[in-house]
């Protein structure tokens, strides 16, 4: 039997080989000693949304602590959004069991060293109005 788990997915297959748009991003912090070590940040949640795949979300996690996107989130608009691609990009499929009702469900996760800002499909430019 295949460990659905060791099977990798790519961006593309998550947006249906379309754009990608980040519409939120928050810090990952470490948590140490049973709570949220809040100076610290290791790295980032970034939820995309994917207009090809249905407007389906996906929140991915970066390693890169680095917030570039937060000021163009701001400016972003529904007629001006902020478009990215993630370098290092792996999604991965798991099932897992609820250990309270015993029931069996499929969790995605996805990751990926870092997020960049990338032109409109079909332009050169990154410019945000």
């Known amino acids: 039997m295949i460990d ?7 961006l593309s297959q998550f947006a249906n080989g379309g754009p990608v748009i ?6 990952i912090n470490p948590f140490r000693d049973g709570h949220s070590v809040t100076e610290e ?6 939820t995309v949304v994917f207009p ?18 937060t000021p163009l989130l701001k400016e972003a608009s529904f007629s001006n959004p902020v478009f990215v691609e ?11 069991r609820d250990k309270i009702t015993g029931e069996k469900n499929l969790v995605v996760s996805a990751k990926a ?6 032109p409109a499909p079909g332009t050169d ?3 945000i109005e």
């Open 4 to 10: 659905i788990s060791k099977i990798s997915l790519t």
């Open 22 to 27: 980040a519409t939120s991003i928050s810090p």
């Open 41 to 46: 940040v290791v790295g980032r949640k970034i």
């Open 52 to 69: 090809d795949n249905g407007y389906e979300t996906q929140e991915i996690k970066v390693s890169d602590p680095t917030d570039a996107l």
């Open 86 to 96: 993630f370098p290092g990009f792996v999604g991965r499929i798991y099932l897992i």
């Open 113 to 118: 060293d870092s997020v960049r800002v990338v």
């Open 125 to 127: 430019d990154l410019m």
